[in-house]
C-alpha cells in the first residue's frame, strides 16, 4: 500500500478489539507488576503502546474527511476525540 496516496486517517472503524488481540497474542501484561515482567514483555508493551499512541494521534488530526458541503478542503483534526483518549482528570 502506498502510504503517500493513502495516508493515515480516520476510517470509523472501531479497532478495539485488533488492539487488544495483539496485546493478549503477545503475552503482554499491561496491569502486572514491573517485577513481575521480564525486560523483553516491557520492551515489547512499550513498542505496542508507542505505535498504538501514534495511531491514535494521527487518527485525531485527520478525523473529517474533506467536504465541500461542510466547506473542508483537507482533512481536519478532532480536539475532542484526542481529549477523550489521552486527557484524564
Not at 500500500?1 to 499491561?30: F, M, Q, R, S
Not at 467536504?67 to 483534526?77: E, F, L, P, T, V
Request: hydrophobic share 30%; glycine share 6%; aromatic share 12%.
Amino acid at each position: 500500500i502506498n502510504l503517500v496516496k493513502n495516508p493515515e486517517h480516520n476510517t470509523g472503524y472501531n479497532g478495539t478489539h485488533i488492539w487488544k488481540a495483539i496485546y493478549d497474542e503477545n503475552c503482554v501484561v499491561v496491569d502486572g507488576q514491573p517485577d513481575e515482567t521480564c525486560l523483553e514483555e516491557r520492551v515489547l508493551y512499550r513498542l505496542l503502546s508507542g505505535l498504538h499512541t501514534s495511531t491514535t494521534v494521527s487518527i485525531a488530526r485527520h478525523y473529517y474527511a474533506p467536504s465541500k458541503r461542510k466547506g473542508r478542503d483537507s482533512w481536519q483534526a478532532n480536539p475532542s476525540y484526542f481529549m477523550q483518549k489521552f486527557y484524564s482528570e
